[in-house]
């Protein structure tokens, strides 16, 4: 098989209206991403680009996540577009934890503003560790050196406050509509001797594998395939699988030896994270296990939670939420119904440190501390030991209400 270039999901953050939409839809045209065609005509013609929705055509707002991909000479690249109104923190919360690196978009001729702000602490929190500024709308303030340089003197003070030196971030002044630096050094602002965002994007490191972490492997599904048996089937989220050793699946329990692991219609001999594949293991039946069942090595089996502590943000709630209320959680691949026991404290959003007064509710826009009790039993993992399977969205009614961390378990066993 053909080695696929390296894989970066980057995000895109920051204030609304500072041109984040514009700005992704023109580097997308620019990267041959998108031809010339699927551009809406007039003002409005790049920001669309990743608005799928009808809805956010007529409210003109970004409100969903939209991924795109696009290549560089150097990686392949996922857009993780993130919305910038106040009431889709949310998006901002799902989308960015699986990003490898953000672009802030700060506009030229508005600076600092208060999602700014909100969002540089949220990507500290969800540790995104690479950073790009893109000082955008630079053709509003007539390309002036000296309104590139206060807006950076701005951005470098919120920088500095939570502990990141500017002089490790680049900026680069741009015209996401006019298409300043995003491919080509631009000729308006001569005065800026540094790279186009594009140069800028292939000097991010991507991820490394997990490959030291314990094994997980979420079951999508599972199959009965003849001549082989039964045939679970997920991605590999962190560790190596190799074929020979012992597996068991959480929370069923069931356990086995790996007969055989299979990718594209191709036998590996070992498995490794991001691979998406379907194993046989020894001893295993169809009704032994279920999509949402967590594979791992038997030596470190997944942990199956009795309760655990997260941090939750709530995105969009009709009313309050109170101990005792119990929406489906959505981790990794599990569907779980779970209970809120206790309302441990809020968080202030500024500063991320926990507010002293123990909260009798909490609504949309609030981040908090709660405790937590699946109704039945899942895998659940501390999010700084195993980023991927510490995450988690809370649907009801139809829609994500909330998404979350999950800080500590107490397991069932």
């Known amino acids: 098989m053909a080695k696929e270039k390296e894989h970066i999901n980057l995000a895109f953050i920051g204030h609304v209206d500072h041109g984040k939409s514009t700005l992704v839809g023109h580097l997308l045209l620019k990267a041959g991403a998108i031809a ?28 969903d996540l939209a991924h795109q991909k696009f290549s560089t000479k150097k990686y392949d690249y996922t857009v993780v577009d993130c919305p ?23 506009a030229a001729n508005d600076g600092v503003m208060p999602q700014t702000k909100e969002h540089m602490f949220l990507s ?4 995104i560790k690479q950073l790009i500024i893109a000082v955008n709308k630079m053709d509003m ?20 406050s939570i502990g990141r030196n500017p002089a490790d971030v680049p900026f680069i002044p741009m015209s996401a509509f006019e298409g ?26 991507p991820p490394e594998k997990p490959v030291d972490l314990p094994l997980r492997i979420p079951i999508q599904d599972v199959y009965s395939i003849t001549g082989v048996g039964t045939v679970p089937v997920g991605r590999v989220e962190t560790g190596i699988m190799k074929k020979g050793e012992n597996v ?45 069942d967590v594979a791992g090595h038997t030596s470190d089996a997944p942990t199956v939670a009795k309760e655990f502590t997260a941090q939750v943000v709530v995105l969009q709630h009709p009313g309050v939420i109170t101990v005792g209320y119990t929406p489906v959680f959505h981790c990794h691949t599990s569907q779980t119904a779970c209970t809120f026991l206790d309302l441990t404290s809020k968080i202030d959003p500024a500063t991320g440190q926990p507010l002293p007064d ?13 405790q937590i009790k699946p109704t039945k039993p899942m895998v659940m993992e501390e999010a700084k030991n195993i980023p991927p399977m510490g995450r988690f969205a809370i649907r009801d009614m139809g829609q994500t209400v909330a998404a979350g961390l999950c800080l500590k378990v107490t397991p069932a066993k």
């Open 248 to 292: 068991i699946f959480e929370p069923a329990g069931a356990s086995g030896e790996v007969k055989s692991i299979e990718m594209h219609h191709e036998v590996f001999e070992e498995a490794e994270p991001g691979d998406n594949i379907g194993f046989n293991v020894r001893g295993v039946g169809k009704n032994d296990i279920r999509r949402g």
């Open 358 to 370: 123990k909260p009798d509710f909490i609504k949309t826009g609030d981040a908090a501390i709660v």
């Open 36 to 63: 010339e065609q699927q551009l809406d005509e007039g003002e409005d013609k790049f920001r669309f680009v990743m608005d799928k929705l009808g809805e956010e055509r007529e409210r003109g707002v970004t409100i």
């Open 141 to 160: 303030e007539n390309y002036s050196e000296d309104r590139f340089n206060e807006v950076k003197e701005e951005v470098s003070v919120l920088l500095k």
């Open 84 to 106: 910038g109104h106040r009431d889709f923190v949310k998006n901002m919360i799902t989308g960015a934890s699986q990003a490898d690196a953000a672009v802030l978009v700060v």
């Open 124 to 127: 500290m929190t969800l540790g």
């Open 180 to 205: 300043d630096n995003i491919k080509e050094k631009s000729d308006n602002m001569p005065w800026y001797k540094g790279d186009t965002l594009m140069d800028e994007l292939d000097k991010l490191t």
